[in-house]
């Protein structure tokens, strides 16, 4: 158990991180982030597990293939075209505190699993959770320093929300997998690269020939070039070994706690992007901070094995 808390501890601190990629390339759509990402993530995983690739793809079955793209799509595509969309809108304070409401989701979605613990027990950490959330909300709606329209406050928040949703379904599913698969943590993160990758490139190459807006950019040379290395620091940190450390985690905790720990990237989000705009949380962001690592706290404490009585 220990173990998994750390391990998730980890994948926390390294996904916050892509919280701060839509602010530092504000130019670029969220399809063009969210491809440029997992393309990048694709073509690192390739490299690792070529050595290993021809056994690989012999032990996957239809089954593995199917969740394959699937996770891809809906965990990491969708999943970063919203998260982007949400933190160009409404920004990393908020986009990020809407996600940490993940906790609560995919407590929901695993209360039946083996290891969960019953919804009765978590009742309090979970209204904490509940609590956090609505203060977020109503930082980004009517908060201090609001100056943009309503209409686009509530089109970031609608955008956080889809992913939230996104990545509640990928988590549960994922874990599900892992507990009965016989991939490693790493070999599964890889596969999952690889297939993100190529799914990636095909959006990318559809939207391009069907001219869309969002894949059409005109930027500098030096603009591009940032573009990519901020997305090889994101596939290799955020998502190879972000994924890598959460499979690991997953594979040891239940749902109903595994789901809690996901804040650890709410808060790690949070830190960098008050560090990136050089400001201190607002009062509606620390209340919500503060109710949101109190909820996780209780839900570990009641995850926590009950020692015996000494003699």
Request: charged content about 10%; hydrophobic content about 50%; glycine content about 10%.
């Given at each position: 158990m220990k173990r998994g808390i750390v391990y998730a501890g980890m994948a926390g601190a390294v996904w916050g991180l892509v919280f701060l990629v839509p602010k530092i390339l504000p130019?670029?759509?969220?399809?063009?982030?969210?491809?440029?990402?997992?393309?990048?993530?694709?073509?690192?995983?390739?490299?690792?597990?070529l050595p290993d690739v021809r056994r690989l793809i012999t032990q996957l079955s239809g089954r593995d293939v199917l969740t394959l793209l699937k996770l891809a799509l809906l965990g990491n595509l969708i999943y970063y075209m919203l998260l982007s969309a949400s933190i160009q809108g409404v920004g990393i304070a908020v986009a990020s505190l809407i996600v940490g409401v993940?906790?609560?989701?995919?407590?929901?979605?695993?209360?039946?699993?083996?290891?969960a613990v019953p919804l009765a027990r978590l009742i309090w950490p979970l209204l904490l959770v509940v609590g956090g959330m609505l203060c977020i909300n109503l930082e980004a709606l009517f908060g201090a320093g609001v100056q943009q329209p309503l209409a686009d406050n509530v089109l970031g928040i609608a955008c956080g929300i889809g992913a939230l949703v996104c990545w509640t379904w990928f988590a549960t599913e994922n874990a599900r997998f892992?507990?009965?698969?016989?991939?490693?943590?790493g070999?599964?993160?890889?596969?999952?690269?690889?297939?993100?990758?190529?799914?990636?490139?095909?959006?990318?190459?559809?939207?391009?020939?069907l001219s869309l807006d969002a894949a059409r950019i005109e930027v500098s040379d030096q603009r591009w070039q940032m573009f990519w290395l901020i997305n090889l620091g994101s596939a290799v940190l955020g998502s190879w070994f972000g994924n890598r450390m959460w499979n690991a985690s997953t594979r040891r905790l239940p749902l109903t706690l595994s789901g809690q720990l996901i804040v650890f990237e709410t808060v790690f989000a949070l830190l960098y992007g008050f560090v990136y705009l050089q400001r201190w949380p607002t009062l509606f962001e620390a209340l919500a901070v503060t109710l949101l690592l109190g909820g996780v706290t209780g839900a570990?404490?009641?995850?926590?094995?009950?020692?015996?009585a000494p003699a």
């Open positions: 130019e670029f759509s969220p399809l063009l982030l969210s491809c440029g990402r997992f393309i990048v993530y694709g073509a690192v995983s390739l490299l690792l597990i993940l906790p609560l989701s995919i407590t929901w979605m695993g209360r039946t699993d083996t290891g892992l507990k009965c698969s016989a991939f490693s943590s070999e599964w993160s890889s596969l999952w690269g690889v297939v993100t990758g190529v799914l990636g490139a095909v959006i990318w190459g559809m939207a391009n020939a570990v404490r009641c995850h926590a094995p009950t020692r015996a």
